[in-house]
């Protein structure tokens, strides 16, 4: 590694530490502590205690493409090939989920994903894109940012199909969590050491889809409600340490969405927050705890920041976007089937609107409604609000079977309900950015795809678990 490569391991020293204490080194009595139970399923409550040893000794039996769509992961939210730029030479995230998808192919199909409907609509979406993109007002727009879709949809599939049991589901949780965390660490460090006070630029994530402060803010607000239920999932079965490490988790993401200067992730935030703490807990303490944290919030907001939502509507960047939501409704009307055509929001819009432009060139819609309506049609628009009800929808169902089961403390409840609160994160959010094919959405629906097919009946997991092992 050349030495100009080093400093970047100074930023990954905090995320270091903690992997370090989180479990036993990996010697042969520490793998001897993370040996099966008798029915050949390395028991769950090992893993939940975050040691590395157990969740190593899962992980490496599992199928080749299990490891693919890991690796995807890690790639797509901590960046390694940012952080070391001997490593950006090849199109890591398209590598890792070609690689899963050829080797789901070849692999023993020794499982099958639990039935939903969820994955036919995902292609009925693609079927509608290509039919928006054939239809389109300029089709070669649609066609150069296809990918942005069908990538989406091979790595949803690739979740559906590669996680079978609750232990691989918690092993992407865990690189979920530390990609995260290592965003929100920096984020809430650069908002403390500039002294908590206001920047136009806000705050900037790593390169990729996060790199603009208001995706970045999005992405924390997920993580916010993520976080905090993920800690309370497994807060029982962790030292007291990692306890710490696991709360802060939330804090870091709070304070990077109140640096970031984004009155939509704000927002978001506080939307979340009264699910999380408020929302049929009416009680003297949770009014008091929500009092403190609404306080702590306003009192670290800067005074620009108030003046910008005290500005809402009336500034110059509240009018486009006003003008955006207009216009879009307006093709929408124009074009009800299949609309403009896939990403075609802003070549129509600089074309027929010009005089409605307040900057030199036209953004997209600035609201992930009016994007998918004005690219899609009502068609579109329609599928995709099925696809949301999903995001809630499964998560439901994991916790009603996991009651079902008489499993009332399983530690995939507070997951479960974290996945549904931090979906209204990317919800809220996005009313005012265009975020509809970032990752947001559809690593979430990726997820509650892990997620019910941890929940099918555990005899199958045993089953599993003995051929693995």
């Not at 996060?210 to 607000?221: G, K």
């Not at 009332?408 to 549904?420: C, E, H, Q, S, T």
């Not at 990317?426 to 559809?442: A, D, H, N, T």
Request: hydrophobic fraction near 50%; charged fraction near 15%.
């Amino acid at each position: 590694m050349p030495w100009q490569n080093l400093n970047p391991l100074l930023n990954l020293r905090c995320l270091v530490w903690v992997i370090a204490d989180m479990g036993q080194k990996l010697t042969d009595s520490s793998i001897s502590d993370a040996r099966s139970d008798r029915s050949g399923v390395l028991p769950i409550s090992q893993m939940l205690s975050l040691k590395v040893a157990p969740i190593w000794a899962h992980f490496k039996v599992q199928n080749a493409s299990f490891w693919m769509v890991s690796c995807y992961l890690l790639f797509e939210y901590l960046r390694p090939q940012s952080i070391f730029k001997g490593l950006d030479f090849l199109p890591w995230m398209q590598i890792f989920i070609m690689l899963a998808l050829g080797l789901r192919l070849i692999e023993p199909r020794d499982q099958r994903a639990e039935p939903t409907a969820l994955g036919k609509w995902l292609v009925l979406y693609f079927v509608i894109i290509l039919i928006s993109g054939a239809l389109a007002f300029s089709p070669s727009h649609a066609w150069e940012k296809l990918n942005l879709f069908y990538i989406w949809l091979c790595i949803m599939l690739m979740f559906r199909h590669t996680v079978y049991d609750q232990r691989n589901f918690l092993i992407l949780l865990i690189i979920f969590f530390l990609a995260n965390w290592k965003m929100s660490t920096f984020g809430a460090r650069t908002f403390a050491m500039r002294g908590f006070s206001f920047t136009g630029w806000g705050l900037n994530g790593p390169p990729g889809y996060f790199t603009n402060s208001s995706e970045y803010a999005a992405q924390m607000s997920v993580f916010f409600a993520f976080s905090w239920y993920f800690y309370l999932a497994l807060k029982p079965h962790v030292s007291r340490l990692l306890t710490y490490v696991l709360i802060s988790a939330p804090i870091t993401a709070f304070l990077s969405v109140l640096g970031a200067s984004s009155r939509g992730a704000q927002l978001a935030v506080l939307v979340q927050s009264y699910f999380m703490f408020v929302h049929g807990k009416i009680r003297v303490t949770t009014l008091i705890g929500a009092a403190a944290v609404l306080y702590v919030g306003l009192t670290l907001l800067p005074d620009e920041q108030m003046e910008r939502f005290s500005r809402m509507g009336e500034d110059k960047t509240s009018i486009q976007r006003l003008l955006y939501w207009e216009h879009g409704w307006d093709m929408m009307l124009e074009y009800p089937a299949f609309g403009v055509g896939y990403f075609n929001f802003v070549p129509y819009y600089e074309s027929f609107y010009p005089e409605d432009m307040l900057y030199s060139n036209a953004q997209l819609a600035h609201n992930i409604f009016v994007q998918v309506g004005a690219d899609l049609g009502f068609i579109g628009l329609a599928c995709y609000m099925v696809l949301i009800l999903f995001g809630f929808s499964l998560p439901r169902r994991a916790i009603k079977r996991l009651r079902a089961l008489d499993q009332y403390d399983d530690w995939r409840i507070p997951v479960a309900k974290g996945l549904m609160v931090s979906f209204l994160g990317f919800l809220v959010s996005g009313q005012f950015v265009s975020i509809v094919y970032y990752p947001y959405m559809w690593i979430h629906l990726g997820l509650c795809f892990a997620l019910w097919n941890s929940t099918r009946r555990p005899q199958i997991n045993v089953e599993r678990g003995r051929q693995a092992a």
